[in-house]
């Protein structure tokens, strides 16, 4: 199972768009995906038409309470899965202040679940606070989405600090498979020299002891594409919305590339050739490799959920509803800062 961590503090640079197009493309090559939505504005969970709401179990419960991960996993469609978020997600990072060992609650729930995916995408919230920590904990690789920006190389450093850090305390197999742009414009001088500095920031790192020595920037850059943008508002990935527009076409060709890039592997892995399926039904789990006697091993829960393809004006109401909180939502602690992970570790 590969495990990949989709993180930029930054928002609105294509994280969610990613994690949802990303993970489609791949399962259409039939690998078993599934995507947890890390943030509490449950953009993941509204683009796949669920409402995340109190009765719906959301990775809150699997983090918070003793609800298995297996638990959290709604069967979307072929080969999908997801673990959606919840508004009372912003309160966890409160909730588990005084919890110990809070930066590894997901790596260890995810345990039960590893023999059931061939990927799990993890679309991270916009700051490298506790849920990003978790989620880089467990992650096996991290792609950063960005979008070419003057600014763009700044946020990567600090970003890939904190990468750094968690790598060499908590988890030492953890990579940066590489950076994929998003919202690309190839007209632009801008973006051709954004590209230059990032390979040279990469260059540099070749052959040093560092989680991004055999990161690269993406061949398949996810050009700027409003279908892209539309096709939430229906509940659906940009494969169903519009499979001929030029976002389906990108984020098809970076599946394929993330497929083969390994980070870490000797040789690429070739990619399988895309077969389209219909009528497939969704794979069964994969038979869990044998474990210790009194482990107990659940299947994937076989939730269904209705994704809906409620006209734009209809989802927006339900997206303005869900935003509202409950109760006044508490002020999120600081970012965990460097200190604070070496004093934890
Ligand atoms: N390639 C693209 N072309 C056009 N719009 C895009 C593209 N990628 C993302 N968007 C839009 O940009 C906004 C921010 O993207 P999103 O994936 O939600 O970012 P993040 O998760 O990093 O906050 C969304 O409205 C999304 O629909
Ligand atoms: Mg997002």
New binding site residues.
């Given amino acids: 199972m590969r495990c990949i961590a989709l993180i930029?503090q930054?928002?609105?640079?294509?994280?969610?768009?990613?994690?949802v197009n990303l993970g489609a493309a791949l399962a259409e090559l039939g690998q078993r995906v599934c995507l947890v939505d890390l943030?509490p504005q449950a953009?993941l969970t509204i683009n796949y038409g669920m409402e995340p709401t109190a009765d719906v179990v959301s990775l809150y419960n699997v983090l918070i309470e003793e609800r298995s991960f297996l638990e959290a996993v709604h069967t979307i469609d072929t080969n999908i899965a997801l673990v959606p978020s919840s508004i009372d997600l912003a309160a966890a990072e409160i909730e588990l202040v005084s919890v110990l060992g809070r930066e590894t609650i997901l790596k260890e729930k995810l345990k039960s679940a590893q023999h059931d995916f061939d990927f799990i995408l993890l679309?991270c919230p916009?700051s490298l606070g506790l849920l990003t920590i978790n989620a880089l904990a467990v992650a096996s690789e991290v792609i950063v989405?960005m979008q070419p920006h003057f600014l763009a190389l700044q946020g990567v450093g600090k970003l890939l600090e904190t990468v750094a850090l968690v790598s060499r305390r908590m988890n030492p197999a953890l990579k940066v498979s590489g950076i994929v742009l998003?919202?690309?414009d190839s007209q632009t001088k801008l973006s051709t020299e954004v590209v230059n500095d990032l390979n040279g920031f990469i260059e540099n790192a070749k052959g040093k002891p560092l989680p991004w020595a055999n990161a690269k920037i993406f061949e398949s850059k996810?050009?700027?594409?409003?279908k892209?943008?539309e096709s939430?508002s229906f509940g659906q990935t940009i494969l169903k919305y519009e499979p001929q527009s030029h976002?389906a076409a990108?984020y098809r060709a970076l599946a394929r590339e993330v497929f083969a890039h390994v980070p870490g592997a000797a040789k690429p892995v070739m990619a399988p050739v895309a077969v389209p399926q219909p009528t497939m039904a969704v794979k069964p789990p994969a038979l869990p490799a044998p474990v210790a006697e009194n482990v107990a091993l659940k299947p994937v829960a076989e939730k269904k959920v209705s994704v809906t393809t409620k006209p734009i004006e209809e989802r927006k109401l339900v997206a303005a509803k869900v935003r509202i909180p409950p109760k006044p939502a508490p002020t999120p602690p600081p970012p965990v800062t460097p200190a604070e992970i070496e004093a934890l570790t």
Avoid: E, Q, Y
């Fill in positions: 930029n930054k928002g609105g640079v294509g994280k969610t768009t990613t994690t943030d953009h679309d916009p989405p998003t919202m690309f996810i050009r700027r594409n409003i892209l943008a939430p976002g990108d």
